[in-house]
T-cell receptor
Framework: EDQVTQSPEALRLQEGESSSLNCSYT??????LFWYRQDPGKGPEFLFTLYSAGEEKEKERLKATLTKKESFLHITAPKPEDSATYLCAVQVFYGNNRLAFGKGNQVVVIP | EAGVTQSPTHLIKTRGQQATLRCSPISGHTSVYWYQQALGLGLQFLLWYDEGEERNRGNFPPRFSGRQFPNYSSELNVNALELEDSALYLC????????????FGPGTRLTVT
C-alpha cells in the first residue's frame, strides 16, 4: 500500500526564519508528487507537481525538491500569510489517478 | 476562470438519513474526484468519474455512491448516514483522465447527529 509520511506534524516559525518540511513516501511506480496548501475550513490549493528525482520547483518563498524517497518543501523568510497546513500527495502508475495524502505539516508563522 | 464549486457549504443530517452533495468542475475538465477529510485521518480517496463513467473507487462501503452528469458535474450520495461520516467532503477536477493535477473545491462540511 502507498504510504506518505509528513514531518514535523506542526511547526512554529518566527517571521523570516527559514525552514523545511519533509514528505517521505513508499510507492511502486511514482507518477507524480504533489504539494498543496490548505487553510482552515477550505479546500487544498495546488502548489507544485514533481515528476522525477532531482526536480525542483519554486513559487515565491516556496521551493519543492524531490528525491527517490522523499520531498522537501523549503520555506524561505516566511511571512505570517504563509501560515497554513501543507499537504503532500503521491500518485502512482496503476491507472486509477487517486492521490494518497500525508496528514500534513501545520505551519504557524509568528510576526 | 471559475474554480471548482461545491454545494451546499454545510449540511446537517441525522443518523440513518441520506445526504446528497454536488460538485461543478472547472470549465472544460472532464474528470471529477471525491475525497473525504475526517478529523485526524487526512484526505481519503472516495470516487473518480470521467466522461460519465465511474473509473475507480476507494475503500469505502457501497452506501457511498455517486454519478457524473453529461455536463461533467457530479453528485455524491451517502446513504444510511453514520456518525463517523461527519467530515469535510472535497471535490476535485482535472482536465482529463490523463492529466496529473487535481484542483480542489472549497468542500461541503457534513455533520451527522
Amino acid at each position: 500500500e502507498d504510504q506518505v509520511t509528513q514531518s514535523p506534524e506542526a511547526l512554529r516559525l518566527q517571521e523570516g526564519e527559514s525552514s523545511s518540511l519533509n514528505c517521505s513516501y513508499t510507492v511502486s511506480g511514482l507518477r507524480g508528487l504533489f504539494w498543496y496548501r490548505q487553510d482552515p475550513g477550505k479546500g487544498p490549493e495546488f502548489l507544485f507537481t514533481l515528476y522525477s528525482a532531482g526536480e525542483e520547483k519554486e513559487k515565491e518563498r516556496l521551493k519543492a525538491t524531490l528525491t527517490k524517497k522523499e520531498s522537501f518543501l523549503h520555506i524561505t523568510a516566511p511571512k505570517p500569510e504563509d501560515s497554513a497546513t501543507y499537504l503532500c500527495a503521491v500518485q502512482v502508475f496503476y491507472g486509477n489517478n487517486r492521490l494518497a495524502f500525508g496528514k500534513g505539516n501545520q505551519v504557524v508563522v509568528i510576526p | 476562470e471559475a474554480g471548482v464549486t461545491q454545494s451546499p457549504t454545510h449540511l446537517i443530517k441525522t443518523r440513518g438519513q441520506q445526504a446528497t452533495l454536488r460538485c461543478s468542475p472547472i470549465s472544460g475538465h472532464t474528470s471529477v474526484y471525491w475525497y473525504q477529510q475526517a478529523l485526524g485521518l487526512g484526505l481519503q480517496f472516495l470516487l473518480w468519474y470521467d466522461e460519465g463513467e465511474e473509473r475507480n473507487r476507494g475503500n469505502f462501503p457501497p452506501r457511498f455512491s455517486g454519478r457524473q452528469f453529461p455536463n461533467y458535474s457530479s453528485e455524491l450520495n451517502v446513504n444510511a448516514l453514520e456518525l463517523e461520516d461527519s467530515a469535510l467532503y472535497l471535490c476535485a477536477s482535472s482536465l482529463s483522465a490523463d492529466s496529473y493535477e487535481q484542483y480542489f473545491g472549497p468542500g461541503t462540511r457534513l455533520t451527522v447527529t
